[in-house]
């Protein structure tokens, strides 16, 4: 406990109940469990701890109020997304018949076949993952309380901590231990974490120059990384920067029902998401005719 | 698509910018795909004037790679003309108004959130002694005050306001230092959702109906079929996307920063001319009809400029403000690619 930061030894000593005593508490039980995994001892005697633990999350999902990005999307996002995406020749891929037996080329995962488009196939954000993993926590359980805390106030909501799968011994690293912790967003929780995103913190990031042109994981997915400074633009955090021991850095990922990287980018584009543009030579003109913007243009996306 | 991210990156200093803006705005500004919302000039006729008169904004109509080729001649498919139209929109700027029933369902939403809510760990968020923790507890104390009624009143709430009115009590000496802070605090002042263009019932202003889509609806100077969208023919060697921006150009003034939602229209129309009609017989020889494809757009700046020719006036209206300028059977053919909200 000597190793604690004093803020966090503070925040033991202060809070005799709330969300930072159901986290230790938390994360107390993991270290059991992963005691009695280890030891390979599975006695009955400890099952009394979990009887003791705090519930504190929230069983059900209120909606409080109307959600701007979500009417946002209904109302313009939407529309335009069917306008951009519609593919007015489409033609439906041929079913392979039964008994047929279908070669892959190479170790490539088989995409599902494209799907006709619908108004009801309008990509949408499903969900939003925020993870982080410190690696501080290798050496005291406790140092996870400070990034698990982060991870709440930005969020709202009570992270879950990850242990590791597999121990690492380079590392230290032994399975069961806790490393991380994360959140899954969804609803107007996770519009409210996108409109943060995307105005308040996102647009204070100096040097970052957005997210890549070939950002997605080709099945809707798109993430990202945050360094350990991004923690502090958050408006949570800002206010109050001294009470986190350490900061730590975190991964952010988008779920969307889109079925290509296009469609995902659109979708958050449409959301206010800077995307970066790779700087293309400019096409040697054929003509005398100076290459103006327009023509880059369209030369570019012909 | 890849214009929109190519935009979005030219966009993307804007949008840095943008926040100060953002933060300025009470009322909160919708996004839009193209990474901006329309924002009203700051200072409103004089500047837009002066900006228009300086360079025209640019919007993403991109030219084919036939551009070079220019021809004035109409282009004329099956004996229809064929017309290029713009729906240019501007998107909600406020979050719709709610319903009394929405109100009083999310308030209730809001108290049963709150009595299922994990408790707040205030003496991690607030300093101990500070102000912001003693105003916390002051203001906890009234919430809890004010909703004693609601639901099952437990007798740890209610030792638990007692308790905050407790702590707010001996905060009398400590005044000066409130007062310090309360003043170097921002105050809050919330802009009105009706706005002086509403009151007057100013149509051709942008900043009308801000939780509304608006449409822009054009009149030419004739007795049927005077207001529509602004519309004008194909030429030959011209994309759609072109030939809508050429006329918005041509008949609204170079003064509007505008973006083509993709280059695909989203509806068309098709009219038969009237008899004894000739429309520019030297340029388009042999039609009897026109087919008119609409192409969707999005306003971010700017406003139109009548230049009292082609077009004599101009308004931006909902989609249920239209059919009392439209002809009946235009409003039909247009109405069901226009937004209900």
Not at chain 2, 68 to 92: M, Y
Not at chain 2, 284 to 300: D, L, R, T
Not at chain 2, 303 to 326: G, P, S
């Amino acid at each position: 406990m000597a190793a604690i930061a004093p803020s966090t030894r503070m925040l033991f000593s202060h809070s005799l109940r709330g969300s930072v005593v159901a986290a230790s508490q938390q994360i107390r039980l993991a270290s059991t469990a992963a005691a009695k995994k280890t030891s390979g001892s599975k006695t009955s005697s400890n099952n009394n701890d979990s009887t003791d633990t705090v519930i504190l999350e929230a069983k059900e999902e209120y909606t409080t109020g109307i959600s701007r990005l979500r009417e946002h999307y209904n109302h313009t996002v939407q529309d335009d997304l069917m306008v951009l995406t519609y593919n007015h020749t489409f033609k439906p891929k041929a079913k392979i018949p039964e008994g047929v037996r279908v070669e892959l080329k190479g170790n490539k995962h088989i995409k599902p076949a494209p799907k006709a488009p619908s108004p009801r196939r309008i990509p949408e954000l499903v969900k939003i993952d925020v993870h982080c993993m410190m690696k501080e926590a290798l050496t005291s359980k406790f140092n996870l309380l400070s990034g698990f805390m982060a991870i709440q106030s930005i969020t709202g909501e009570m992270p879950e901590i990850i242990n590791s799968k597999k121990g690492v011994h380079p590392w230290k690293l032994r399975a069961g231990n806790p490393i991380g912790c994360k959140v899954t967003l969804k609803g107007d929780k996770m519009y409210q974490f996108m409109d943060k995103l995307v105005e308040v913190v996102l647009p204070r990031m100096k040097e970052w120059p957005g997210l890549p042109e070939s950002a997605g994981d080709a099945t809707g997915n798109i993430g990202m990384g945050f360094p350990p400074s991004a923690l502090s633009l958050f408006p949570e955090i800002e206010h109050n920067f001294d009470m986190f021991p350490r900061m730590t850095g975190f991964h952010v990922t988008f779920n969307t029902t889109a079925s290509t990287n296009l469609e995902a980018r659109l979708l958050l584009s449409g959301f206010n998401m800077p995307f970066q543009q790779k700087i293309r030579s400019a096409p040697v003109p054929k003509a005398a005719a100076p290459a103006t913007p327009s023509s880059i243009d369209a030369k570019a996306s012909a | 698509m890849s214009s929109i991210l190519r935009r979005q990156m030219l966009r993307a200093a804007g949008s840095m910018r943008g926040i100060a803006r953002s933060q300025i705005q009470v009322v909160p500004a919708r996004l839009s795909l193209a990474a901006r919302s329309y924002t009203s000039a700051t200072s409103p006729a004089s500047a837009a004037a002066a900006a228009a008169a300086e360079a025209p904004f640019k919007s993403n109509i991109s030219t084919t790679s036939s551009a070079g080729v220019s021809s004035t001649k109409d282009l004329i498919i099956n004996g229809n003309r064929i017309v290029a139209g713009a729906v240019v929109s501007r998107q909600p700027l406020i979050v719709r108004d709610l319903t009394p029933f929405e109100q009083e369902y999310f308030l209730y939403q809001k108290n049963l959130e709150r009595e299922s809510a994990a408790p707040f760990g205030a003496e991690f968020y607030f300093k101990k002694g500070s102000v912001a923790e003693r105003r916390w507890k002051q203001q906890e104390a009234e919430r809890l005050a004010s909703q004693s009624t609601f639901g099952s009143s437990s007798p740890s709430k209610s030792s638990k306001a007692e308790a905050a009115a407790a702590g707010s009590e001996g905060a009398e000496d400590e005044i000066s230092e409130e007062d310090r802070v309360a003043a170097m605090e921002a105050k809050i002042e919330f802009v009105d959702r009706t706005t002086e263009a509403d009151r007057k019932n100013d149509v051709r202003s942008l900043e009308r109906a801000l939780a509304r889509t608006l449409y822009l609806i054009v009149k030419k100077p004739r007795e049927q079929h005077a207001w529509q969208f602004p519309q004008g023919g194909v030429r030959v060697c011209e994309n759609l996307q072109e030939a809508a921006g050429r006329e918005l150009q041509e008949e609204c003034g170079g003064n509007m920063d505008l973006w083509f939602v993709g280059r695909v229209p989203i509806g068309h129309y098709n009219y038969s001319f009237p008899k004894g009609f000739a429309p520019k017989t030297e340029t388009s020889p042999g039609a009897n009809g026109a087919k008119v494809f609409f192409m969707k757009a999005h306003i971010f700046a700017g406003q139109v400029q009548v230049d009292n020719k082609e077009i004599v006036d101009f308004a931006w209206v909902t989609k249920q403000e239209m059919k009392d300028y439209v002809a009946p059977e235009y409003y039909e053919a247009v109405k069901d690619m226009l937004s209900d909200f």
